[in-house]
Structures are given as structure tokens and as C-alpha cells.
């Protein structure tokens, strides 16, 4: 019910090429948060969305809150070595607590 | 510097033994949270606590116990009775003036000997 799906599960991209992940819920969400892990780190806040249809964008990442408010994506254009890491979507509950979604491995070869 | 502070960084259990994770935070969150992360999985809330003095229990909390005497600590004791306690432990905490974002400390790596 509360879940949230992501894929893809990995990604191994070459350094220069682009990269999204999707995330997927079957019931409407209020607001959606992405977070980045890199290898043997904790996960660090990236963005929150809240409105239907949403973008926003951090430098070379652009992240979409769908219309319906039941998606979500993070797109990497020109990926780089920094870019490596594991991309979690968190959606809120009514606890204020986050349920993760299993995220999206990336891996850029120089 | 603000931030959480999780101790130890590694720690090893024996066969029935309780262990106890420290997490301390001077950002004057409000709330405070237990996550268990295994290789390759999402993040899975075992505890969290909105206020001192109080806390619920979040998917996996059997085996786990914690408490929340003071707003800027909340320990977490693995008991004996958590059979497979081998993880990534992280705490993170948050505030609603933040949006309730959430701050996470750097981690403690739980294995059993």
C-alpha cells in the first residue's frame, strides 16, 4: 500500500551518457524526496517535490513529480565519475517517517 | 559543527548479546529515526520518535528496543532476540520547520561474530 518501486534496480552507464530513474507508486503521494548514498555513505537529502507535475532542477539533474502525483523521476544528463552512487526516492507517511524505495544503483565508467 | 554523531562506527555481537548504537544530534530536531539498510537494499525504518518520552515502532522492530530520554539522543539496543542483526544502522532526524527533511549520521556497521 504504502510502497514505492524503483527501477531500475542498476545502471552502468559511460561517463558522458545520460541516466534516469523512476520511481512508482500505486497510490497518490504528497510529496516525494530523493536521496543520493554514495558507496559506504549515508544517504543525503537531494530535493522534495510537492506539486503535481513539478520539475526542478539541480545543476545537470532534473527531477519530475508526475501529474497524477503517483510518479516521480531523477534524469542525469552528461553523467559523470561523482555521479556514482545509489538514488533513493523516500515518500512521507503520516508518522513523518520516509519509506524507501529499493533504489537505483549507478555506475559510470571513465 | 551541527550534525548526528553515531557510535560506534563498527561493532561486532556475540551469540546473545544485547549491543546498544549510540546516535547524538545537536541540530534541535524534534524527531529522530532508526533505519536498517542490508547490501543492496533500501533503507527499512525500525524505530522513530517524535518527541522525548515517547516512540513507536516503525516495519521491523522486533528484536530492537530504544528510548528517548533526552531530545538530542536516541540510542538503539539490538537485542539477542534479533536473530539475523547483521546490517548498515543509520539514525537521521528531522523537523517540520525543515519540511521535515532528514539529516542522516554516518552509520553503524553491525556484525555478528
Avoid at chain 1, 522534495?48 to 534524469?75: C, D, I, M, P
Avoid at chain 2, 561486532?12 to 524534534?30: A, I, M, P, W, Y
Avoid at chain 2, 539490538?78 to 539475523?84: C, G, I, R
Wanted: charged letters at 20%; a positive charge; hydrophobic letters at 30%.
Amino acid at each position: 500500500g504504502q510502497q514505492v518501486m524503483q527501477i531500475p534496480q542498476y545502471q552502468h552507464v559511460q561517463e558522458g551518457e545520460d541516466f534516469t530513474t523512476y520511481c512508482n507508486s500505486s497510490t497518490t503521494l504528497s510529496n516525494i524526496q530523493w536521496y543520493k548514498q554514495r558507496p559506504g555513505g549515508h544517504p543525503v537529502f537531494l530535493i522534495q517535490l510537492v506539486k503535481s507535475g513539478e520539475v526542478k532542477k539541480q545543476k545537470r539533474l532534473t527531477f519530475q513529480f508526475g501529474e497524477a502525483k503517483k510518479n516521480s523521476s531523477l534524469h542525469i544528463t552528461a553523467t559523470q565519475t561523482t555521479d556514482v552512487g545509489t538514488y533513493f526516492c523516500a515518500r512521507t507517511t503520516g508518522r513523518r517517517a520516509l519509506t524507501f524505495g529499493s533504489g537505483t544503483r549507478l555506475q559510470v565508467q571513465p | 559543527d551541527g550534525g548526528i554523531t553515531q557510535s560506534p562506527k563498527y561493532l561486532f555481537r556475540k551469540e546473545g548479546q544485547n549491543v546498544t548504537l549510540s546516535c547524538e544530534q545537536n541540530l534541535n530536531h524534534d524527531a529522530m529515526y532508526w533505519y536498517r539498510q542490508d547490501p543492496g537494499q533500501g533503507l527499512r525504518l525500525i524505530y522513530y520518535s517524535q518527541i522525548v518520552n515517547d516512540f513507536q515502532k516503525g516495519d521491523i522492530a522486533e528484536g530492537y528496543s530504544v528510548s528517548r530520554e533526552k531530545k538530542e539522543s536516541f540510542p538503539l539496543t539490538v537485542t539477542s532476540a534479533q536473530k539475523n542483526p547483521t546490517a548498515f544502522y543509520l539514525c537521521a532526524s528531522s523537523t517540520e520547520l525543515a519540511k521535515n527533511i532528514q539529516y542522516f549520521g554516518a552509520g553503524t556497521r553491525l556484525s555478528v561474530l
